[in-house]
C-alpha cells in the first residue's frame, strides 16, 4: 500500500509475550527476527514504523503498559489494531485500547479462508464433524471440485491410502533450512532475561524469516516432497525427523505465507501432474480442514475451552518432557528432536508425547503449557484445540469423535523405534 505520513506502525517486543509460558528459544528468536524483518521491508518502502525492541529503555513490556507513552509521544488520535489470533492477546488489546479513550478499530487478520465471525458461527450452536466441515469447505472454495460440486476423482477423502510405514525409500528430503548468525539477537534476548527452552541454534538458525524464504519453503515442498505427503503421513521414523512434512506451520502461523497461496501451489502441482489426486488431496486436508477447524473451535468455545478436563486427569508432565531422558525411543527421539527444532510431526505429537501424557493421565493444563512453548508454530488458537482436544480427549469429544489412546504395538506397527528400544513393546 502507499506510504501515508499520518499512519505509524507500531511493533512491540514485550515481556508479557515472551513470559506467558516458556517458549522454545528459536520460536523467542525466530519471532523477533522475522519481526524486525518486517520492520525494516515497511520502513523501506517508504512507511512510518516505530519497532519497541526487547532490549529499548523505553519499553514497559506488555501492551496495556506502553499504549499510553506512546499516545502520549506521537499525538495519536485514533488506533487500529489487527484481529489477534490468540484469546489471551485479544483480551489484553482490547483493555489497552478501551482505557486509551481513542476512537479505536479492528481489522480483520485476513490471514485464514473463513472470516472469524463466519467460522464462530458455524461452531456456535453445534461443532460438525470435521469431515463434513472440510467438504463444505471445498465446495464453498471451489477447491478440487468440478462444476457440479463434486469431488475430483469422485471421492473426498484418500486417508485409506495414506497410512504407509517408511522403511527408507524414497529417501526423505532435508528440509531447505536458512543457516543465518542470529547470535547477536539471542544475546539480546538473553540480556533482557527471558527464560526459555531448547536449542536456540542462534549460529545457523534455519526457519524462515519474511515472504521470500517461507516461498522458497513452499516451492521446494511442492517440488521434493508433496508427492509422498499422503503415503507417508503417519509414518515414524528414528532415520528422518521430518519425513516428508512441509514444515509450513510457522510461515503459516506467523502469516510470511497464505493458506490459500499454499493451497493454489498444491492444486497447480496435482494439474500439473506432479503429484497424484490422493497427495494433493491429502496435503489441501490439512490446511483447508484441519487448520480452518480447529481455529473455528478455538473461537467459538473460548475460553470455557480451555479449562476442559473431562477425563479429571492430573498426574504430572513427567519431568523428562523438557530434556529427553528416557529409554523409551520414540519419546526419546520425538522430545529430543523437539528440542533441537521446535519441531516434530504430527503423529509425533499425537501418537508420541501426546499418546503417553494421555494415557499417563497427565494434567491437560501442563501438557497445554509443554506443547505451546516448545514448538515455534504454537500458537493457542491451534495449539490448545490440538493438545486438550484431539491429543488429550479434554474436551470429552468436541474435536475428535474417539481418544487417541494407543499401546506400543501401534509404534511398533508404523515406525522402527521399537527395533532399539530398552523395553519390550509387548
Ligand atoms: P504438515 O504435516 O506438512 O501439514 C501441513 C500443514 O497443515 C501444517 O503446516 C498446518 O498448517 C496444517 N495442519 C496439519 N495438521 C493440522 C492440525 N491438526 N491442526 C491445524 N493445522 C494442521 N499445529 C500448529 O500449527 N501449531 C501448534 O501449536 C500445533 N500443536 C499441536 C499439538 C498437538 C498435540 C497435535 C497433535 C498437533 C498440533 N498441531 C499444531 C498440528 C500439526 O501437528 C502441525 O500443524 C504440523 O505438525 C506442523 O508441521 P508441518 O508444517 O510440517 O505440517
Same mark, same amino acid.
Given at each position: 500500500?502507499?506510504?501515508?505520513?499520518?499512519?505509524?506502525?507500531?511493533?512491540?517486543?514485550?515481556?508479557?509475550?515472551?513470559?506467558?509460558?516458556?517458549?522454545?528459544?528459536?520460536?523467542?528468536?525466530?519471532?523477533?527476527?522475522?519481526?524486525?524483518?518486517?520492520?525494516?521491508?515497511?520502513?523501506?518502502?517508504?512507511?512510518?514504523?516505530?519497532?519497541?525492541?526487547?532490549?529499548?529503555?523505553?519499553?514497559?513490556?506488555?501492551?496495556?503498559?506502553?499504549?499510553?507513552?506512546?499516545?502520549?509521544?506521537?499525538?495519536?488520535?485514533?488506533?487500529?489494531?489487527?484481529?489477534?489470533?490468540?484469546?489471551?492477546?485479544?483480551?489484553?488489546?482490547?483493555?489497552?485500547?478501551?482505557?486509551?479513550?481513542?476512537?479505536?478499530?479492528?481489522?480483520?487478520?485476513?490471514?485464514?479462508?473463513?472470516?472469524?465471525?463466519?467460522?464462530?458461527?458455524?461452531?456456535?450452536? /453445534?461443532?460438525?464433524?470435521?469431515?463434513?466441515?472440510?467438504?463444505?469447505?471445498?465446495?464453498?472454495?471451489?477447491?478440487?471440485?468440478?462444476?457440479?460440486?463434486?469431488?475430483?476423482?469422485?471421492?473426498?477423502?484418500?486417508?485409506?491410502?495414506?497410512?504407509?510405514?517408511?522403511?527408507?525409500?524414497?529417501?526423505?528430503?532435508?528440509?531447505?533450512?536458512?543457516?543465518?548468525? +542470529?547470535?547477536?539477537?539471542?544475546?539480546?534476548?538473553?540480556?533482557?532475561?527471558?527464560?526459555?527452552?531448547?536449542?536456540?541454534?542462534?549460529?545457523?538458525?534455519?526457519?524462515?524469516?519474511?515472504?521470500?524464504?517461507?516461498?522458497?519453503?513452499?516451492?521446494?515442498?511442492?517440488?521434493?516432497?508433496?508427492?509422498?505427503?499422503?503415503?507417508?503421513?503417519?509414518?515414524?521414523?528414528?532415520?528422518?525427523?521430518?519425513?516428508?512434512?512441509?514444515?509450513?506451520?510457522?510461515?503459516?502461523?506467523?502469516?510470511?505465507?497464505?493458506?490459500?497461496?499454499?493451497?493454489?501451489?498444491?492444486?497447480?502441482?496435482?494439474?500439473?501432474?506432479?503429484?497424484?489426486?490422493?497427495?494433493?488431496?491429502?496435503?489441501?486436508?490439512?490446511?483447508?480442514?484441519?487448520?480452518?477447524?480447529?481455529?473455528?473451535?478455538?473461537?467459538?468455545?473460548?475460553?470455557?475451552?480451555?479449562?476442559?478436563?473431562?477425563?479429571?486427569?492430573?498426574?504430572? +508432565?513427567?519431568?523428562?518432557?523438557?530434556?529427553?531422558?528416557?529409554?523409551?525411543?520414540?519419546?526419546?527421539?520425538?522430545?529430543?528432536?523437539?528440542?533441537?527444532?521446535?519441531?516434530?510431526?504430527?503423529?509425533?505429537?499425537?501418537?508420541?508425547?501426546?499418546?503417553?501424557?494421555?494415557?499417563?493421565?497427565?494434567?491437560?493444563?501442563?501438557?497445554?503449557?509443554?506443547?505451546?512453548?516448545?514448538?515455534?508454530?504454537?500458537?493457542?488458537?491451534?495449539?490448545?484445540?490440538?493438545?486438550?482436544?484431539?491429543?488429550?480427549?479434554?474436551?470429552?469429544?468436541?474435536?475428535?469423535? /474417539?481418544?487417541?489412546?494407543?499401546?506400543?504395538?501401534?509404534?511398533?506397527?508404523?515406525?522402527?523405534?521399537?527395533?532399539?528400544?530398552?523395553?519390550?513393546?509387548?
Amino acid at each position: 500500500d502507499e506510504a501515508d505520513d499520518d499512519v505509524l506502525y507500531v511493533l512491540m517486543e514485550v515481556r508479557s509475550e515472551t513470559d506467558y509460558v516458556r517458549h522454545h528459544a528459536q520460536k523467542v528468536i525466530g519471532l523477533f527476527a522475522a519481526m524486525r524483518q518486517f520492520g525494516e521491508t515497511l520502513a523501506k518502502a517508504g512507511h512510518r514504523v516505530e519497532h519497541i525492541r526487547i532490549s529499548d529503555a523505553r519499553n514497559r513490556h506488555s501492551f496495556s503498559d506502553n499504549l499510553p507513552w506512546l499516545i502520549k509521544e506521537f499525538k495519536f488520535t485514533r488506533l487500529e489494531y489487527m484481529e489477534a489470533d490468540e484469546w489471551r492477546v485479544e483480551q489484553a488489546l482490547n483493555e489497552a485500547f478501551a482505557a486509551s479513550g481513542l476512537p479505536n478499530v479492528v481489522v480483520s487478520a485476513e490471514h485464514f479462508l473463513l472470516e472469524r465471525v463466519d467460522a464462530v458461527e458455524r461452531f456456535a450452536k /453445534k461443532v460438525p464433524r470435521m469431515e463434513f466441515f472440510y467438504r463444505d469447505l471445498r465446495r464453498r472454495f471451489r477447491i478440487m471440485v468440478d462444476a457440479d460440486d463434486k469431488p475430483l476423482g469422485g471421492k473426498w477423502n484418500y486417508d485409506v491410502l495414506n497410512r504407509e510405514k517408511w522403511l527408507g525409500d524414497p529417501p526423505a528430503p532435508v528440509w531447505p533450512w536458512n543457516k543465518r548468525d +542470529l547470535h547477536e539477537l539471542w544475546s539480546e534476548i538473553q540480556a533482557a532475561g527471558v527464560e526459555t527452552m531448547g536449542e536456540p541454534s542462534d549460529r545457523a538458525f534455519g526457519w524462515p524469516l519474511n515472504q521470500t524464504e517461507a516461498k522458497a519453503w513452499l516451492d521446494d515442498f511442492i517440488a521434493h516432497r508433496l508427492r509422498f505427503f499422503g503415503r507417508f503421513q503417519d509414518a515414524l521414523s528414528e532415520h528422518s525427523t521430518t519425513l516428508f512434512h512441509a514444515g509450513l506451520s510457522f510461515a503459516l502461523n506467523t502469516k510470511m505465507l497464505h493458506p490459500c497461496e499454499v493451497i493454489d501451489a498444491v492444486v497447480s502441482a496435482l494439474e500439473r501432474g506432479d503429484c497424484d489426486l490422493p497427495a494433493a488431496e491429502g496435503f489441501v486436508r490439512q490446511i483447508l480442514g484441519w487448520r480452518e477447524y480447529v481455529r473455528g473451535i478455538y473461537w467459538a468455545r473460548m475460553p470455557a475451552y480451555g479449562r476442559l478436563n473431562i477425563l479429571g486427569a492430573k498426574r504430572t +508432565l513427567p519431568a523428562w518432557y523438557w530434556n529427553a531422558d528416557t529409554r523409551m525411543a520414540c519419546l526419546h527421539s520425538a522430545i529430543r528432536q523437539s528440542l533441537e527444532l521446535g519441531y516434530a510431526h504430527h503423529i509425533q505429537r499425537l501418537m508420541v508425547t501426546g499418546n503417553f501424557a494421555l494415557i499417563a493421565g497427565c494434567d491437560p493444563d501442563e501438557v497445554d503449557r509443554w506443547y505451546l512453548g516448545i514448538y515455534i508454530d504454537a500458537f493457542e488458537w491451534v495449539e490448545l484445540p490440538n493438545t486438550r482436544g484431539m491429543s488429550q480427549f479434554a474436551d470429552g469429544g468436541i474435536v475428535g469423535s /474417539k481418544p487417541y489412546a494407543a499401546s506400543a504395538s501401534y509404534i511398533a506397527r508404523q515406525s522402527d523405534h521399537c527395533k532399539t528400544c530398552y523395553y519390550n513393546h509387548r
